[in-house]
């Protein structure tokens, strides 16, 4: 089946389950509120859904994997509730969807580079331009000059590397490539910052947990990925990423955080911003917002207020589990001024 044909399959099967999740919503006096999109934040989502269902039996909330930007094509047709992404809509989007559309960011994430190479210990050190060339089928072995000269001491094997990326569509994509772009001329001019990569090598993994399995699979791998798929896995090696001020930083709760900090000032009130390679010593600089895309107002005020109340609880007593499950929660500086968009909900 080609990818439109599939694409065209499945948009019939979410309206399906959306229709039935709304029958036995309706049968039993009960909001049903569905979302779709981006895997990336699927665990945390789904503890979320999980909580709030029992808190509330009143409303019921279903969150759909499908990838950002069916979450993105989805939410702009009318079909759900909310949608969740990676991807920022751009204004052609936005003026186009079915109702405006807020961008309300729930979490920080973090891609990093995920690695299998036997004999290794530590941290691989990776730069921009080096990750480019690696992932532009330049780069061809790990013994390779570039790579020996940014891991002195380390005895690099001379083995393969397999390139490892995702399908397209993918939010993790996107901030990947957005990185990349702002770090490589040569990928920004042959590839570009966008949720469907032209990889000129490698195999796909769909989802999160593909990626790590094909990765641990594969003598000689790298791939891609959101820290908190590697936290409870040290099969792997998780790479150290240059940043803008040309230190090399490890993911962690407070080198993420940090990235948000030095781009704070820039961030517009539509929270529509990017925070790759952000300046600052303490930056980790494959950072991004989360984010779902909300409708700004619903035909029915009754589901609405029911959205609002959900994103209020999410974004005040859910985030207190982000950290649990390996996200960044919203720094208390930006916290407010999200709660306050939610509010809005009409």
């Known amino acids: 089946m080609t990818p439109s044909a599939r694409k065209m399959a499945f948009w019939p099967a979410l309206f399906l389950i959306l229709i039935c999740f709304a029958a036995v919503a309706n049968s039993q006096n009960i909001v049903a509120l569905v979302g779709s999109g981006s895997n ?3 665990p945390l989502y789904s503890h979320w859904v999980e909580e709030y269902n029992k808190l509330s039996p009143g409303v019921q909330v279903r ?19 909310f949608a969740a992404g990676e991807v920022p809509m751009s204004d052609e989007q936005l003026k186009s969807a079915k109702t405006p559309i807020m961008h309300i960011p729930t979490v920080l994430v973090a891609i990093v580079p995920i690695y299998h190479v036997p004999g290794l210990k530590g941290n691989l050190r990776f730069s921009g331009p080096v990750l ?35 399908t397209d569509g993918k939010g993790s994509n996107y901030i990947f490539s957005d990185y990349l772009s702002k770090a490589s001329s040569k990928w920004r001019s042959q590839i570009g910052k966008t949720p469907s990569p032209a990889w000129p090598v ?24 959101e820290i908190g798929f590697t936290s409870n896995d040290t099969s792997i090696g998780v790479g150290h990423v240059q940043n803008a001020s040309g230190k090399f930083v490890g993911a962690t709760q407070g080198t993420i955080a940090a990235a948000y900090h030095s781009a704070e000032k820039s961030i517009p009130a539509d929270f529509r911003a990017s925070l790759t390679n952000s300046p600052g010593n303490e930056a980790y600089p494959i950072v991004s917002f989360t984010w779902l895309y909300v409708p700004e107002k619903s035909a029915d005020p009754e589901r609405a207020r029911a959205l609002a109340n959900f994103l209020e ?27 306050a968009k939610v509010h809005s909900i009409h």
């Open 313 to 339: 609880w999410a974004l005040s007593m859910g985030e207190q589990s982000a950290e649990q499950h390996g996200y960044t929660p919203l720094p208390s500086s930006l916290a407010p001024k999200v709660l």
């Open 40 to 42: 990336l934040p699927t």
């Open 202 to 225: 490698g195999i796909s993994a769909n989802r999160g947990e593909d990626m790590m399995e094909k990765v641990k699979g594969t003598s000689g791998a790298i791939g891609y990925i």
């Open 63 to 81: 969150y759909l994997s499908t990838g950002t930007v069916k979450g993105i094509e989805d939410i702009s047709r009318g079909v759900g509730d």
């Open 132 to 166: 480019a060339e690696i992932f532009l089928g330049a780069i061809k072995t790990w013994d390779d000059p570039q790579l020996k000269e940014l891991n002195p001491g380390q005895i690099l094997p001379h083995l393969d590397i397999a390139v490892v990326h995702r």
